[in-house]
């Protein structure tokens, strides 16, 4: 069993950033693919980005490319999401989820243990 936890978020103005830390627990996430999803109020849950069990291959949805960036450190049981440029249509709650596949990440069914989920409000 792995837990997930999910922090960093808050309130930050367009044009922003943030940092979002997804620490696991239960089990090392070296051999996970990791991903970040995002839910904003009244639309379902999107994929963001995901990130390989070797940290070698990552992906992002088109658009958040050239803003986010997802990494990870093993030894530190941790993944990260560096949000860069802020927009308002970036507000959601955040999850972090992990994965013993390494293929259809894109898609939420691939994954096996979710975070709570961290709140990201952008204001304009």
């Known amino acids: 069993q792995v837990q997930l936890a999910e922090s960093g978020g808050g309130l930050v103005q367009a044009g922003g950033s943030l940092r979002l830390s997804c620490a696991a627990s239960g089990r090392t996430l070296s051999s996970y693919a990791m991903g970040w999803f995002r839910q904003a109020p009244g639309k379902e849950r999107e994929f963001v980005t995901w990130i390989s069990s070797s940290g070698g291959t990552t992906y992002y949805t088109s658009s958040v490319k050239g803003r986010f960036t997802i990494s990870r450190d093993n030894a530190e049981n941790t993944v990260y999401l560096q949000m860069n440029k802020l927009k308002p249509e970036d507000t959601a709650v955040y999850y972090c989820?992990?994965?013993?596949?390494?293929?259809?990440?894109?898609?939420?069914?691939?994954?096996?243990?979710w975070g709570q989920g961290t709140q990201v409000t952008v204001s304009s």
């Open positions: 989820a992990a994965s013993s596949s390494q293929y259809a990440l894109a898609y939420s069914a691939t994954y096996h243990y």
